[in-house]
Each structure stands twice: as structure tokens, then as C-alpha cells.
């Protein structure tokens, strides 16, 4: 017997987040170890009366490529992967790591080598899904590798994965429209703001973060629970940047660690990059393509019920009282069309003494945003 909080995951996933109807054509991205939530997915995707199609992944392939394939195999676009991402109606993915770490030993110019093979699929996929042709979300299945990045155990981590999504009160689709709501007020006000400062102490300047971001061309879109799950945040597509953030918490991307991130922004790109841990693998990521340097968004976290990083991006962007911002791709939706096989969101922490200032004015301190009705701690 399945847990059924999976069961009450699917619901909300194909009922609320994608809203999957009669003839849909469904897509469902899991490697196996997640069968068990593919299975409540599948079997509420039928009940609605559409088309499901489970397309599994599977690290161990994905190594033998990055280990003994060619230059030319490496940067391959599949045939069948541009297939799917022009003829589904919603993308339901799963990340289901068995172990976050298969990837350390693998050269980073191989990786990203074979990430920049992905820009034409994420470019079409960013498309599709702007003009409201593709339905997707993506959330966390349990496992022990994700478990032992948070240090939990898995009982203790699979607690934390639903309690972010409100899986254990009665209705959590109506907690993420109360969320929406409140949401809701925040990007309205954000919306007619050009210029957003964020600010976090250090033990110097150096250490300190000082970013001023152009919004003034941007889209806020309103982030609950449609596609990402669990959710929480408010994001726009950059028009600029300028100054330098240093991340509060490690940036973790393709199972790699990089510590003490330290970017400096000019015009919008990243000029000055260094790590104090994987500092190689961060450059390397940063020069895999032309728009890999470029800031393609800039988001704030609302998620309250989410208050520890986990060293899983999907939870810690969310954590309310922080800040991301992402370098690569953009969403064209939200007003950012660059281009690039990189996405790779890093978070800043406000809590301890950092504020957001739009158009001058101070509206969120210590990781609070300072009106009433906006999302704040339950």
C-alpha cells in the first residue's frame, strides 16, 4: 500500500497545478525508484479522462554518456525529447534522486558540454508553456539521497517534503489560493516598481550583498502551487543588474556543491564569478554558452512553511525571507527571452538584517515583508 499523502500529492498536481482534462496528453518524467507516486499520478490523469505516458529517467545512463561519449554525442538534441516538448499538453516531472553525487567525479566542461544540448528543448519548452500551450509542474519525490542531503532521516525529510505543500491540512488547494491571494498583492505592487535593491550584511563589504536589479521592462508573475510544487514566490525577468551578491547558502546544481558564491553583475551579466568550494565547476557552468552569464531572473521566496535549506532548490528558493536569482534561461512570460542550457537559481538569505527596496522604498526587512495581508509566517 502506497503512502497515501501520495495519493493526496497526485490530486492536487492533476486537479489543481496542471488541471489536466478530458484528451490531454500527459507526459510523467520519473526515474523508477518514484513509481510509486508515477502509479497515483497515472491513475488520477486517467480518471480525468486523458492520455498517460510515463517517460523514464535514469542517472546510470546519463553516466555512461557523460563518461565515454564523444564530443558529437554529447552535444546531441534528441529527435524524440524536441518530439515530446512539441506535442504534450502537460508535463508532470518528478525529481527522484538515488544518489545527488553521481556526477562529482564527471569533468564540468562534459557537463556542461551536454547542458548546453538542452537550450533548443528549453527554449521551445519556455516557449510552449509562455503562450499556454504546455501545462507543467515539478515537485520532490522522497528519497534516501535527498533525505541525506537535508541530514534527515527518510521519515523526517518525507514530513518535510508534504507539510511545504500543505499536504497535511484538509484542503491544500485552498491554502495555495489563499496563498495566491496574498501573493497577489505583492506582485501588483511590484509591478509598477523599475528598480528593486537588495541588500544583506556581511562581516565587510565584500562579504556583504548590494544588487540593484532593472525591472522596469519585467512581468511579476505570481508562483502557487501551478508549476512548481510546493511552491512560494514572486519572480519577474530582469531587464538589468548591477552590483554584487554573495549567496548565503551553498548553489547546488547538477549534484554539486559550490560554497561561498560570490557574483558581481554589470549590465546585467556576470562579470566577476568565485567560489570558496567548486569554484572550477561554477565558471565552466558560467561559460557553456552566450547567455549563461546573464541574469535571467530575480524572485522572491513566500513559503513560510518552509524555513531550513536542504541543499534541494525546489524547497530552499521557496524559503520565505529569501531572495533568487537565476543566471541562464529566461521566461519569456516574464518579460526575459536570453537564452541559454542554463537555469541555475541561488539563494540569498534576508533574515538576519537584509532588506528589498523598491523604487526606494523599504518593503520587506529581516525577511518580512512589512504590509499586512502579504505572505507571513503562520
Known sequence: MRDPRLDRLADVLVSYSTGV?????????????????????????????????????????????????????????????????????????????????????????????????????????????????????????????????????????????????????????????????????????????????????????????????????????????????????????????????NYTFPAVYQGREVEGVRLKFKGGRVVDASATKNEDFLIKMLDQDAGARTMGEIAIGTNYAIGEFSRNTLFDEKIGGTFHAAVGAGYPESGNTNESGLHWDMVCDLRRGGSIEADGEAFHTDGRFVRDGWPAPG
Not at 511590484?190 to 536589479?213: I, N, Y
Open 21 to 245: 482534462k478530458k484528451g490531454d496528453l500527459v507526459g510523467i518524467f520519473a526515474e523508477a525508484v518514484a513509481l510509486p507516486l508515477v502509479e497515483a499520478v497515472c491513475e488520477r490523469v486517467v480518471k480525468a479522462g486523458a492520455h498517460a505516458v510515463w517517460v523514464p529517467r535514469s542517472e546510470s545512463l546519463t553516466e555512461i554518456l557523460l563518461t565515454h561519449g564523444s564530443e558529437e554525442q554529447l552535444r546531441h538534441v534528441s529527435p524524440f525529447a524536441m518530439h515530446q516538448v512539441e506535442t504534450l499538453d502537460v508535463h508532470i516531472g518528478f525529481w527522484a534522486q538515488v544518489n545527488t553525487k553521481y556526477l562529482g567525479r564527471i569533468d564540468p566542461s562534459r557537463v556542461a558540454m551536454h547542458q548546453s544540448a538542452r537550450k533548443p528543448h528549453m527554449k521551445r519548452f519556455m516557449e510552449r508553456n509562455a503562450a499556454g500551450s504546455l501545462r507543467w509542474v515539478g515537485t520532490q519525490y522522497p528519497t534516501q539521497a535527498a533525505a541525506q542531503d537535508a541530514e534527515m532521516s527518510l521519515a523526517q525529510y518525507a514530513d518535510f517534503v508534504f507539510r511545504a505543500g500543505y499536504l497535511h491540512m484538509p484542503d491544500p488547494a485552498a491554502v495555495w489560493r489563499r496563498l495566491h491571494e496574498q501573493q497577489e498583492l505583492v506582485r501588483a505592487y511590484l509591478q509598477s516598481k523599475k528598480t528593486l535593491r537588495f541588500r544583506a550584511p556581511g562581516a565587510d563589504e565584500h562579504d556583504g550583498t548590494d544588487l540593484t536589479v532593472d525591472v522596469s521592462g519585467g512581468t511579476w508573475i505570481n508562483c502557487a502551487g501551478k508549476e512548481n510544487f510546493p511552491d512560494g514566490e514572486v519572480f519577474c525577468g530582469p531587464q538589468g543588474a548591477d552590483g554584487h551578491v
